[in-house]
């Protein structure tokens, strides 16, 4: 389920005010995205003008960055540029470097019911580690580091999907009207419960069909 | 008889001026005494003029003594009147204040019993709940020690942020574990604490929900509460969901459900568990209730626990806003 790859051409915008991160970062993205174009801003304002400019798919941004070049860096900025993304028509998929990512986990449910995927890390990850975490918001998951959960943590917005699915039988398209979201985010809620579930990608099954018999054996649906 | 008359009447008349002379000389002294005794007379009454002025000055002078001291003493009493009003003035105003203070301190207290009792109450009182309603024999001596440690530190923990809270005088709301929440944060960041806190305690009803739904209080990111207020409802989120942990087993699926609606806020807390039974809704859990009550009241709004269909209890605060 690679969406990425059937795109011919992509931007990324990666937002740091370090340049030794930039230097670390930007080669190791375009090592895993070959195709993309990576542009990036060291501050809040250039990192919105540029992300009016090229529309990115995807935005790597460090929370800890300047108001405007020359200012002091705080994560406040960057919290407040990732408030910004969250409500954005664009809504570019999104992963957040920071050394404390628990203002992010206030923002969970936002998060949940966002449109495009999501991916909050530690600064310090390996960069494998990071490409790893990326790809999953690339997917459209949903990715929020917290204390590990005994059980799965679904959003309403997703209950409601499931709902509509198989209660009433609507097609991707329908609900998404229905719920007045867009396909992209209908899509991504499926990805979202299927990592809920814990279901894996197998080529025989329908993820679907599986995702049905898994909610209806934990009584999601009935 | 001329002769004898004439030798007679001479006689008579020496004698008569013997007897003149007599009472000249007599009176002549008399005079001179006279005299004396009237020098004397004036002298004495001068004398007596002078010590009369001397007398007559001596009372003046007393007089104006006097009046001097009758006016310093006056005016000594009014300084002491005065005084006196003055001093009964702030006697009466510190009186006022002491009186204050006996008051904001007997309030204090009982607010801080009743802290006391919701921490106790939502805490180490839940815990041993769950533990008198399972049957002791079937804990493990390790499993029996780890759940008294467990109150025992919750119990140390309330007495340690009870301290803090006096020392400070932060509006902090102290839940089990150690958690202590800054009230003048945003209602819907501590409903959630409170909610992701509460779920990570070891009671049975968790144990058998096989999801949990993310729960969105932003719906309530508008209000405009006071600490207090915001106090009674984490309280009453954390107590909610404790009843679920003791009393809704089976429970697989727990609802928070918050909503802005129509001039209302809702917040819910719905399970499918085993319901409502004799036992949870009596005797054990008055403090639960008359805590949801009492908030319900301050809100303006009301509080219900109800069955939950087709199973299960939704346990419902609405309040207007």
């Known amino acids: ?25 930007v080669p190791a993205l375009q090592k895993a995205y070959p195709w993309a174009d990576i542009f990036t801003a060291k501050d809040y304002v250039s990192a919105m003008e540029t992300m009016e400019q090229v529309q990115p798919e995807l935005m790597v941004v460090d929370l800890s960055i300047p108001q405007r070049a020359g200012d002091i860096a ?105 719920m007045g979201t867009s396909d992209r985010t209908i899509r991504n809620y499926w990805v979202r419960i299927q990592d809920a579930l814990l279901i894996g990608d197998e080529p025989d099954k329908d993820v679907k069909v599986q995702i049905e018999i898994a909610a209806r054996k934990i009584g999601l649906i009935h | 008889m001329p002769s004898s008359y004439d030798q007679a009447s ?31 007379v004036v002298e004495q009454s001068t004398l007596l003029e002078h010590e009369l002025q ?23 009493l009014e300084a002491a009147n005065r005084n006196l009003a003055r001093e009964s003035a702030e006697r009466k105003l510190a009186q006022e204040k002491s009186l204050a203070l006996t008051q904001q301190v007997l309030e ?29 024999g079937s804990f493990s001596e390790p499993q029996l020690r780890s759940q008294l440690q467990k109150i025992n530190t919750d ?53 058998a929900i096989l999801f949990q739904i993310t729960p969105e209080f932003y719906p309530l990111a508008a209000t405009t509460l006071s600490l207090g207020q915001k106090r009674g409802l984490c309280l009453f989120l954390q107590e909610a969901l404790c009843n679920v942990g003791k009393h809704a087993l089976g429970a697989t699926r727990l609802d928070v459900v918050c909503k802005h609606h129509q001039g209302s806020y809702y917040l819910g807390i719905i399970d499918n568990g085993q319901g409502l039974s004799a036992d949870a809704s009596m005797g054990s859990d008055q403090q639960g209730t008359h805590q949801a009550e ?28």
């Open chain 2, 294 to 321: 009492r908030l319900a009241e301050t809100l303006s709004g009301c509080f219900q626990r109800r069955p939950n269909l087709p199973q299960g209890v939704r346990c419902e605060l609405v309040w207007p806003g």
């Open chain 2, 155 to 207: 119990l140390r923990g309330i007495y340690q942020s009870m301290r803090g809270a006096v020392n400070n005088h932060a509006e902090a709301l102290y839940l089990e574990g150690g958690l202590t929440l800054d009230l003048s944060l945003d209602l819907p960041e501590l409903l959630l604490q409170t909610f992701e806190h509460t779920l990570e305690r070891d009671f049975p009803g968790f144990k």
């Open chain 2, 108 to 136: 204090q207290r009982s607010l801080t019993i009743e802290r006391t009792y919701e921490a106790v109450h939502n805490g180490p009182l839940q815990e041993l709940a769950v533990l008198l309603r399972t049957d002791i």
């Open chain 1, 74 to 178: 705080t994560p406040e900025v960057g919290l407040r540029l990732v408030q910004q993304l969250l409500t954005s028509q664009l809504a570019p998929n999104i992963a957040v470097l920071s050394t404390d990512i628990n203002p992010l986990v206030r923002l969970k449910s936002i998060i949940k019911g966002y449109e495009g995927g999501f991916a909050a890390m530690d600064k310090s990850l390996p960069l494998q580690e990071m490409l790893n975490y990326i790809d999953f918001a690339m997917r459209g998951s949903v990715y929020l580091p917290q204390t590990v959960k005994a059980r799965p943590e679904f959003h309403p917005k997703w209950l409601e999907l499931l709902q509509l699915r198989f209660h009433e039988g609507l097609t991707d398209k329908a609900v998404a009207k229905r």
């Open chain 2, 10 to 40: 001479r006689n008579d008349l020496l004698e008569l001026v013997e007897d003149l002379t007599r009472q000249v000389e007599l009176f002549e002294s008399q005079k001179h005494d006279a005299e004396i005794l009237l020098d004397t």
């Open chain 2, 54 to 76: 001397l007398a007559e000055r001596h009372v003046r002078e007393l007089n104006g003594v006097l009046e001097e001291r009758v006016r310093l003493r006056t005016a000594e």
């Open chain 1, 1 to 25: 389920m690679d969406l990425a790859k059937n795109t011919s051409r992509q931007c990324f915008l990666v937002v740091d005010d370090h340049e030794a991160v930039l230097h670390g970062t």
